[in-house]
C-alpha cells in the first residue's frame, strides 16, 4: 500500500490538491491532504527544518515526505517528528545522515529515486553503492532483520534507537561494525558471523534488552564501551580459537590486558 502510494504520488496520478504551501530558507514545500509533504529546490535541506514555525499547523499530519530532484543533503535533525512513516529521496542527493532522521519513532520506509549514483534502498533500508555499507534502517522498523549478504560494514548510527528491532541476523560478508552502530537499540539478540573482525567504540552500547552475545574468533578489535550500560546482557562469550580475547565475567578481555567493565 505505502508503495502504490508513493507511485500515485510521484506520477502526479492524484485526485488530491495542496492544503498549504510555503518556502523556507529556499525550500519550497507542498503539503497535501494525504499526508503527503513534497519539498523541492536546488539547496540543502537544513538543520531542524522541520520544527520551523511555518510547519506548526500540519507538523503532525505530515507522513510521508518526498524530497524532489535538486536536493543534495539533509541536514542533522531536519525531520525530527513522530508522525512521519516513509520518506523518499531523490537521484541528486548525496550526503547522508542518519541523525536527520533522529527520533522518527514512526519512520519504518526510506526509499531512494532509482538512479541515485551514491544510495540504493532496499525494504525501505539504506545502503552504499560506493562501498558494500548499510548506512540506515529507518528507526520504526519492528521485528528481526535479516541484512543482505552483500554487505560488509555497518555504518555508524546505522541501526541507532531502532527501539522496535527485536533482533539482527548479520551475514558472513559483515567484517566491521562502526561506532555506535546499534546503540540504544531494542535488539534481544544479536547474530555475529564468523568473518567479523571489528566492534566499534559504543556499538551496542545502551542496549537495554541484549541478553547474550557470542564473539567468534575471528574478532581481533573490540572498541571503549562496546556493550556498556546493556543491563539485562548476562553473557559474553568469546570462542576459545580467538587469538587476541577470552571472556572473563561477562566481559571480553584482550588476552594479557584488561578491558573496561561491559557495564560501567
Not at 506548526?56 to 517528528?81: L, M
Not at 555506535?180 to 556499538?203: R, Y
Not at 574468533?217 to 559474553?236: E, K, P
Request: hydrophobic content about 40%; some cysteine; glycine content about 6%.
Amino acid at each position: 500500500m505505502i508503495t502504490l502510494l508513493l507511485l500515485l504520488h510521484l506520477t502526479s496520478v492524484r485526485n488530491v490538491s495542496a492544503q498549504s504551501s510555503g518556502n523556507v530558507g529556499g525550500i519550497s514545500w507542498e503539503f497535501y491532504g494525504d499526508g503527503f509533504l513534497t519539498i523541492g529546490g536546488t539547496t540543502d535541506i537544513f538543520m531542524n527544518f522541520l520544527d520551523n514555525s511555518n510547519f506548526d499547523h500540519i507538523r503532525n499530519q505530515i507522513h510521508h515526505v518526498v524530497v524532489e530532484q535538486g536536493v543534495t543533503s539533509i541536514g542533522t535533525f531536519a525531520f525530527q517528528s513522530n508522525f512521519i512513516e516513509t520518506i523518499t529521496l531523490p537521484v541528486t542527493f548525496s550526503t547522508f545522515s542518519a541523525q536527520s532522521f533522529e527520533n522518527c519513532t514512526a519512520l519504518h520506509s526510506i526509499n531512494v529515486v532509482a538512479g541515485n549514483p551514491f544510495f540504493y534502498s532496499d525494504d525501505g533500508v539504506i545502503f552504499s553503492k560506493l562501498n558494500a555499507m548499510l548506512v540506515m534502517c529507518p528507526p520504526g522498523r519492528t521485528g528481526a532483520y535479516y541484512v543482505p549478504d552483500t554487505v560488509e560494514t555497518i555504518e555508524r548510527y546505522a541501526f541507532r534507537k531502532c527501539s522496535k528491532l527485536t533482533s539482527i541476523i548479520l551475514p558472513p560478508s559483515v567484517k566491521i561494525i562502526n561506532d555506535d552502530a546499534f546503540q540504544n537499540s531494542g535488539i534481544i539478540t544479536v547474530t555475529l558471523p564468523a568473518s567479523l573482525s571489528s566492534i566499534g567504540n559504543g556499538a551496542f552500547t545502551m542496549c537495554s534488552k541484549l541478553t547474550t552475545v557470542n564473539i567468534p574468533a575471528s574478532v581481533s578489535f573490540i572498541g571503549d564501551a562496546a556493550f556498556r550500560f546493556c543491563d539485562n546482557l548476562t553473557s559474553i562469550s568469546v570462542d576459545t580459537g580467538n587469538p587476541v580475547y577470552s571472556s572473563i565475567d561477562r566481559t571480553p578481555v584482550r588476552r594479557n590486558a584488561v578491558l573496561p567493565s561491559i557495564k560501567k
